[in-house]
Protein backbone atom coordinates (compact mmCIF):
# COMPACT_ATOMS: atom_id res chain seq x y z
CA UNK A 1 0.00 0.00 0.00
CA UNK A 2 0.86 3.53 -0.18
CA UNK A 3 1.80 5.97 2.75
CA UNK A 4 -0.88 7.39 4.33
CA UNK A 5 -0.83 10.82 6.13
CA UNK A 6 -2.82 11.24 9.30
CA UNK A 7 -3.62 14.48 11.12
CA UNK A 8 -3.82 13.84 15.04
CA UNK A 9 -4.87 16.93 17.29
CA UNK A 10 -1.82 19.27 16.47
CA UNK A 11 0.38 16.40 15.36
CA UNK A 12 0.82 15.33 11.55
CA UNK A 13 1.48 11.39 10.99
CA UNK A 14 3.46 11.20 7.63
CA UNK A 15 5.78 9.28 5.93
CA UNK A 16 9.50 8.83 6.50
CA UNK A 17 12.17 11.08 4.74
CA UNK A 18 15.82 11.57 4.72
CA UNK A 19 15.74 14.64 6.84
CA UNK A 20 14.15 13.23 9.56
CA UNK A 21 16.67 10.55 10.50
CA UNK A 22 18.96 13.13 12.33
CA UNK A 23 16.60 13.90 14.61
CA UNK A 24 15.61 10.30 14.95
CA UNK A 25 19.02 9.69 15.35
CA UNK A 26 19.21 11.68 18.16
CA UNK A 27 16.18 9.85 19.70
CA UNK A 28 17.58 6.71 19.70
CA UNK A 29 20.86 8.18 21.72
CA UNK A 30 18.88 9.30 24.88
CA UNK A 31 19.63 7.10 27.67
CA UNK A 32 15.71 7.08 29.05
CA UNK A 33 14.92 5.46 25.25
CA UNK A 34 17.72 3.42 24.49
CA UNK A 35 17.03 1.47 27.78
CA UNK A 36 13.63 0.15 26.32
CA UNK A 37 14.57 0.18 22.85
CA UNK A 38 15.02 -3.72 21.80
CA UNK A 39 16.52 -2.92 18.06
CA UNK A 40 20.68 -2.98 17.94
CA UNK A 41 22.50 0.18 19.18
CA UNK A 42 24.00 2.63 18.56
CA UNK A 43 21.98 3.43 15.42
CA UNK A 44 24.67 3.62 12.69
CA UNK A 45 25.82 1.93 9.29
CA UNK A 46 23.72 0.50 7.21
CA UNK A 47 20.71 0.13 9.51
CA UNK A 48 20.63 4.19 9.37
CA UNK A 49 22.11 4.63 5.37
CA UNK A 50 18.88 1.81 4.49
CA UNK A 51 16.23 3.44 7.24
CA UNK A 52 13.97 5.11 5.05
CA UNK A 53 13.61 2.40 2.32
CA UNK A 54 13.02 -0.15 4.46
CA UNK A 55 9.80 1.35 5.86
CA UNK A 56 8.68 2.46 2.46
CA UNK A 57 9.16 -1.29 2.04
CA UNK A 58 7.19 -1.76 5.31
CA UNK A 59 4.56 0.45 3.86
CA UNK A 60 4.44 -1.86 0.88
CA UNK A 61 3.74 -5.14 3.27
CA UNK A 62 0.78 -3.25 4.93
CA UNK A 63 2.21 -2.40 7.76
CA UNK A 64 2.38 1.46 8.52
CA UNK A 65 5.53 3.33 9.32
CA UNK A 66 5.19 7.52 10.62
CA UNK A 67 7.35 9.90 11.43
CA UNK A 68 5.27 11.83 14.02
CA UNK A 69 5.72 16.02 13.36
CA UNK A 70 4.77 18.90 15.47
CA UNK A 71 5.05 22.24 13.85
CA UNK A 72 7.06 20.62 10.93
CA UNK A 73 10.22 19.26 13.76
CA UNK A 74 9.91 15.47 14.19
CA UNK A 75 8.64 14.68 18.19
CA UNK A 76 8.64 10.72 17.60
CA UNK A 77 7.47 7.54 15.81
CA UNK A 78 4.79 5.73 15.28
CA UNK A 79 3.93 1.77 13.95
CA UNK A 80 1.95 -0.88 13.32
CA UNK A 81 2.49 -4.25 12.37
CA UNK A 82 0.52 -7.39 11.08
CA UNK A 83 1.10 -9.88 13.47
CA UNK A 84 -1.81 -12.22 13.47
CA UNK A 85 -4.89 -12.82 11.05
CA UNK A 86 -6.93 -9.86 12.18
CA UNK A 87 -4.31 -8.44 14.84
CA UNK A 88 -1.97 -5.55 14.53
CA UNK A 89 0.31 -3.97 17.35
CA UNK A 90 1.28 -0.83 17.73
CA UNK A 91 4.92 0.43 18.85
CA UNK A 92 5.63 4.27 19.71
CA UNK A 93 8.58 6.51 20.43
CA UNK A 94 8.58 10.30 21.78
CA UNK A 95 11.52 12.92 21.24
CA UNK A 96 13.65 13.55 24.12
CA UNK A 97 12.85 17.63 23.51
CA UNK A 98 8.70 16.55 23.16
CA UNK A 99 8.23 15.10 26.27
CA UNK A 100 4.83 15.72 28.58
CA UNK A 101 3.36 16.89 25.79
CA UNK A 102 1.00 14.27 25.30
CA UNK A 103 2.89 13.18 21.91
CA UNK A 104 1.95 9.76 22.52
CA UNK A 105 -1.68 9.78 23.27
CA UNK A 106 -2.54 11.76 19.90
CA UNK A 107 -0.41 9.58 18.16
CA UNK A 108 -1.96 6.45 19.38
CA UNK A 109 -5.19 7.58 19.10
CA UNK A 110 -4.78 8.09 15.29
CA UNK A 111 -2.52 5.22 14.65
CA UNK A 112 -5.65 2.62 16.70
CA UNK A 113 -8.33 4.50 14.24
CA UNK A 114 -6.44 4.02 11.57
CA UNK A 115 -5.90 -0.35 11.89
CA UNK A 116 -9.59 -0.66 12.86
CA UNK A 117 -11.03 0.83 9.93
CA UNK A 118 -8.61 0.28 7.34
CA UNK A 119 -6.93 -2.47 8.08
CA UNK A 120 -10.54 -4.51 9.85
CA UNK A 121 -8.55 -5.12 12.82
CA UNK A 122 -10.17 -6.97 15.27
CA UNK A 123 -7.41 -6.45 18.29
CA UNK A 124 -4.71 -4.15 18.39
CA UNK A 125 -1.70 -5.55 20.86
CA UNK A 126 1.22 -3.24 22.92
CA UNK A 127 3.95 -4.46 24.72
CA UNK A 128 6.63 -2.71 26.36
CA UNK A 129 9.85 -4.06 28.45
CA UNK A 130 8.66 -3.80 32.20
CA UNK A 131 9.65 -0.68 33.82
CA UNK A 132 9.13 1.61 30.79
CA UNK A 133 5.98 3.16 32.32
CA UNK A 134 5.93 6.66 30.60
CA UNK A 135 4.67 3.88 27.47
CA UNK A 136 2.52 2.02 29.95
CA UNK A 137 0.92 5.15 30.73
CA UNK A 138 0.11 6.14 27.38
CA UNK A 139 -1.11 2.88 26.49
CA UNK A 140 -3.82 3.12 29.80
CA UNK A 141 -4.68 6.61 29.02
CA UNK A 142 -5.71 5.73 25.60
CA UNK A 143 -7.89 2.60 26.34
CA UNK A 144 -5.11 -0.26 26.25
CA UNK A 145 -6.02 -3.40 28.87
CA UNK A 146 -2.75 -3.89 30.52
CA UNK A 147 -3.49 -7.61 30.90
CA UNK A 148 0.18 -8.81 32.36
CA UNK A 149 3.28 -9.69 32.20
CA UNK A 150 5.22 -11.66 29.46
CA UNK A 151 8.51 -13.24 31.76
CA UNK A 152 11.22 -13.31 28.98
CA UNK A 153 8.74 -12.03 26.65
CA UNK A 154 11.36 -9.70 24.11
CA UNK A 155 15.34 -10.00 23.60
CA UNK A 156 16.72 -6.53 24.16
CA UNK A 157 20.11 -6.58 22.24
CA UNK A 158 20.81 -10.80 23.47
CA UNK A 159 19.32 -10.12 27.05
CA UNK A 160 16.35 -11.81 27.83
CA UNK A 161 13.27 -8.88 29.34
CA UNK A 162 9.93 -9.27 30.47
CA UNK A 163 7.31 -7.32 29.17
CA UNK A 164 4.23 -5.94 29.83
CA UNK A 165 1.64 -7.00 27.36
CA UNK A 166 -1.97 -5.54 26.57
CA UNK A 167 -4.63 -5.00 23.71
CA UNK A 168 -7.10 -2.62 22.85
CA UNK A 169 -10.54 -3.78 21.03
CA UNK A 170 -12.46 -1.80 18.62
CA UNK A 171 -14.58 0.64 20.35
CA UNK A 172 -11.95 0.75 23.04
CA UNK A 173 -10.45 4.61 22.60
CA UNK A 174 -10.21 6.66 25.37
CA UNK A 175 -10.58 10.49 24.31
CA UNK A 176 -8.43 13.50 25.59
CA UNK A 177 -11.66 14.10 27.98
CA UNK A 178 -11.88 10.42 29.14
CA UNK A 179 -8.67 9.15 31.69
CA UNK A 180 -9.06 5.91 32.95
CA UNK A 181 -10.37 5.70 36.79
CA UNK A 182 -7.26 7.03 39.35
CA UNK A 183 -5.44 8.36 36.14
CA UNK A 184 -3.87 11.24 38.13
CA UNK A 185 -2.43 8.71 40.36
CA UNK A 186 -1.24 6.66 37.90
CA UNK A 187 0.62 9.65 36.30
CA UNK A 188 2.24 10.39 39.53
CA UNK A 189 3.62 6.92 40.21
CA UNK A 190 5.01 6.56 36.59
CA UNK A 191 6.96 9.47 37.50
CA UNK A 192 8.48 8.24 40.30
CA UNK A 193 9.26 4.94 38.85
CA UNK A 194 10.61 6.28 35.81
CA UNK A 195 13.07 8.24 37.82
CA UNK A 196 15.87 6.92 39.74
CA UNK A 197 15.00 5.90 43.06
CA UNK A 198 16.14 9.08 45.28
CA UNK A 199 17.49 8.87 48.42
CA UNK A 200 15.83 10.55 51.44
CA UNK A 201 16.82 12.72 54.47
CA UNK A 202 14.81 11.77 57.71
CA UNK A 203 16.14 14.29 60.73
CA UNK A 204 17.42 11.75 62.50
CA UNK A 205 21.03 12.29 63.50
CA UNK A 206 22.98 10.07 61.62
CA UNK A 207 19.96 8.32 59.57
CA UNK A 208 19.32 8.81 55.78
CA UNK A 209 16.94 6.27 53.74
CA UNK A 210 18.60 5.14 50.16
CA UNK A 211 17.81 2.49 47.94
CA UNK A 212 19.11 -1.57 48.67
CA UNK A 213 22.90 -2.49 47.32
CA UNK A 214 24.34 -5.44 46.64
CA UNK A 215 27.19 -4.51 49.75
CA UNK A 216 24.03 -4.43 51.91
CA UNK A 217 23.79 -8.20 51.60
CA UNK A 218 25.59 -9.40 54.62
CA UNK A 219 24.07 -7.10 56.93
CA UNK A 220 20.45 -8.06 55.12
CA UNK A 221 21.16 -11.89 56.20
CA UNK A 222 22.19 -10.87 59.45
CA UNK A 223 19.41 -8.62 59.93
CA UNK A 224 17.00 -11.15 58.93
CA UNK A 225 18.10 -14.36 60.77
CA UNK A 226 17.70 -12.65 64.34
CA UNK A 227 15.32 -14.14 66.37
CA UNK A 228 12.98 -11.18 66.39
CA UNK A 229 12.66 -10.89 63.39
CA UNK A 230 12.15 -14.59 62.73
CA UNK A 231 9.72 -14.49 64.96
CA UNK A 232 7.63 -11.80 63.73
CA UNK A 233 8.27 -11.46 60.02
CA UNK A 234 7.41 -13.19 56.91
CA UNK A 235 11.36 -13.82 55.85
CA UNK A 236 12.37 -16.89 55.23
CA UNK A 237 13.45 -19.55 58.20
CA UNK A 238 17.16 -19.91 58.49
CA UNK A 239 17.64 -16.98 56.69
CA UNK A 240 21.22 -16.80 54.79
CA UNK A 241 23.10 -14.95 52.21
CA UNK A 242 21.01 -16.86 49.54
CA UNK A 243 17.79 -15.47 50.21
CA UNK A 244 19.21 -11.94 50.36
CA UNK A 245 20.33 -12.36 46.86
CA UNK A 246 17.02 -13.34 46.35
CA UNK A 247 15.09 -10.20 48.09
CA UNK A 248 17.65 -8.05 46.54
CA UNK A 249 16.63 -8.79 42.81
CA UNK A 250 12.58 -9.14 44.01
CA UNK A 251 13.23 -5.48 45.43
CA UNK A 252 14.45 -4.56 41.95
CA UNK A 253 11.28 -6.14 40.38
CA UNK A 254 8.94 -4.57 42.58
CA UNK A 255 10.12 -1.27 41.52
CA UNK A 256 10.36 -1.87 37.78
CA UNK A 257 6.82 -3.13 37.75
CA UNK A 258 5.74 -0.16 39.56
CA UNK A 259 4.26 -2.37 42.78
CA UNK A 260 5.76 -0.86 45.60
CA UNK A 261 9.87 0.32 47.02
CA UNK A 262 11.88 -0.43 49.52
CA UNK A 263 14.21 1.74 51.44
CA UNK A 264 17.60 0.59 53.66
CA UNK A 265 18.43 2.62 56.70
CA UNK A 266 21.99 3.73 56.25
CA UNK A 267 24.03 5.00 59.42
CA UNK A 268 26.24 7.99 59.34
CA UNK A 269 28.98 5.66 57.49
CA UNK A 270 26.34 3.83 55.18
CA UNK A 271 25.86 0.76 56.94
CA UNK A 272 22.70 -1.42 56.39
CA UNK A 273 20.45 -0.79 59.42
CA UNK A 274 17.39 -1.90 58.43
CA UNK A 275 14.41 -1.23 55.75
CA UNK A 276 11.07 -0.43 55.18
CA UNK A 277 8.80 -1.36 52.35
CA UNK A 278 6.15 0.61 50.86
CA UNK A 279 3.79 -2.10 48.61
CA UNK A 280 1.58 -0.53 46.73
CA UNK A 281 -2.02 -2.12 46.73
CA UNK A 282 -5.61 -0.29 45.11
CA UNK A 283 -4.52 3.20 43.48
CA UNK A 284 -4.32 5.24 46.43
CA UNK A 285 -3.56 2.79 48.77
CA UNK A 286 -0.43 0.45 49.81
CA UNK A 287 1.31 -1.31 52.97
CA UNK A 288 3.77 -0.65 54.76
CA UNK A 289 6.32 -3.64 56.30
CA UNK A 290 9.74 -2.83 58.21
CA UNK A 291 12.23 -4.23 60.10
CA UNK A 292 15.55 -2.46 62.23
CA UNK A 293 18.65 -4.79 62.49
CA UNK A 294 19.59 -5.23 65.74
CA UNK A 295 22.62 -2.99 65.80
CA UNK A 296 20.39 0.19 65.05
CA UNK A 297 17.89 -0.37 67.36
CA UNK A 298 16.99 2.03 70.35
CA UNK A 299 17.43 4.80 68.56
CA UNK A 300 14.20 6.42 66.85
CA UNK A 301 15.20 5.36 63.49
CA UNK A 302 12.61 3.07 62.41
CA UNK A 303 10.13 5.64 63.41
CA UNK A 304 11.92 8.31 61.93
CA UNK A 305 12.13 6.03 58.54
CA UNK A 306 8.58 5.26 58.39
CA UNK A 307 7.15 8.68 58.84
CA UNK A 308 9.64 9.64 55.85
CA UNK A 309 8.44 6.99 53.80
CA UNK A 310 4.79 8.15 54.39
CA UNK A 311 5.77 11.11 53.49
CA UNK A 312 7.60 10.27 50.38
CA UNK A 313 3.49 7.95 49.60
CA UNK A 314 1.14 10.81 50.36
CA UNK A 315 3.16 13.30 48.11
CA UNK A 316 5.00 11.89 45.46
CA UNK A 317 2.72 8.16 44.95
CA UNK A 318 -0.46 9.90 45.38
CA UNK A 319 -1.56 7.73 48.33
CA UNK A 320 -4.37 8.16 50.36
CA UNK A 321 -4.07 5.45 53.15
CA UNK A 322 -1.29 3.59 53.94
CA UNK A 323 -1.85 0.17 56.22
CA UNK A 324 -0.07 -1.71 59.04
CA UNK A 325 -0.38 -4.79 60.74
CA UNK A 326 1.35 -7.09 62.75
CA UNK A 327 1.26 -10.13 64.51
CA UNK A 328 -0.05 -9.55 67.88
CA UNK A 329 2.37 -9.58 70.66
CA UNK A 330 5.10 -7.76 68.16
CA UNK A 331 4.97 -4.63 70.83
CA UNK A 332 8.12 -3.13 69.52
CA UNK A 333 6.54 -2.57 65.99
CA UNK A 334 3.34 -1.22 67.09
CA UNK A 335 5.50 1.46 69.21
CA UNK A 336 7.04 2.23 65.82
CA UNK A 337 3.69 2.25 63.96
CA UNK A 338 1.89 4.43 67.07
CA UNK A 339 4.70 7.03 67.34
CA UNK A 340 5.18 7.52 63.60
CA UNK A 341 0.78 8.67 63.51
CA UNK A 342 -1.08 5.08 62.95
CA UNK A 343 -3.72 4.80 64.44
CA UNK A 344 -4.34 0.78 65.37
CA UNK A 345 -7.69 -0.17 64.51
CA UNK A 346 -8.28 -3.52 66.09
CA UNK A 347 -7.41 -6.99 65.56
CA UNK A 348 -8.17 -9.69 62.78
CA UNK A 349 -8.51 -12.76 63.64
CA UNK A 350 -6.52 -15.95 61.64
CA UNK A 351 -4.57 -14.05 59.12
CA UNK A 352 -2.49 -15.90 56.91
CA UNK A 353 1.14 -15.02 58.03
CA UNK A 354 4.11 -17.06 55.72
CA UNK A 355 4.98 -20.17 56.94
CA UNK A 356 3.26 -19.67 60.54
CA UNK A 357 -0.15 -20.18 59.41
CA UNK A 358 -2.87 -18.45 60.58
CA UNK A 359 -2.34 -15.74 63.34
CA UNK A 360 -3.67 -13.34 65.47
CA UNK A 361 -2.77 -9.60 63.82
CA UNK A 362 -3.12 -5.75 64.88
CA UNK A 363 -4.44 -3.59 62.15
CA UNK A 364 -3.75 0.10 61.78
CA UNK A 365 -3.51 3.02 59.14
CA UNK A 366 -2.10 6.32 58.42
CA UNK A 367 -4.09 9.23 56.63
CA UNK A 368 -2.06 11.99 55.11
CA UNK A 369 -3.37 14.67 57.95
CA UNK A 370 -1.53 12.44 60.55
CA UNK A 371 1.16 13.35 59.33
CA UNK A 372 0.75 17.19 59.94
Known amino acids: MEPVTLDADGLRLTAWEQRHVPDLARIYADPLIERFLVMPLPWTGPARDRFVATQRRHWEAGNPRWA ?9 SMALTKSFPGEMTITYVTAPWARGRGVAQ ?7 AFGFERFGARRIAWDAIVGNHASRLAALRTGFTVEGI ?28 DPPPHYAVLKRQAAFFTAAQPELETGAAGLRLRAL ?3 DLD ?12 RYTTVPRGYTRADAEAWLETCRRMRDEGAG ?3 ALADEH ?78 RRRVRHGQDGRVEMWIGSLLPEDLA
Open 68 to 76: VEEDGRLVG
Open 106 to 112: RGIRAAV
Open 150 to 177: ARGGVNQRGASRDCWVGGMLPGGVRGPD
Open 213 to 215: RRA
Open 219 to 230: DVAAACADERTQ
Open 261 to 263: VVY
Open 270 to 347: DRYSGSVQLSLREPGEAEVGYHAAPWARGRGWTTAALRRVGRLGFEELGLEKIDWRAVVGNEASRRVAEKAGFTVEGT
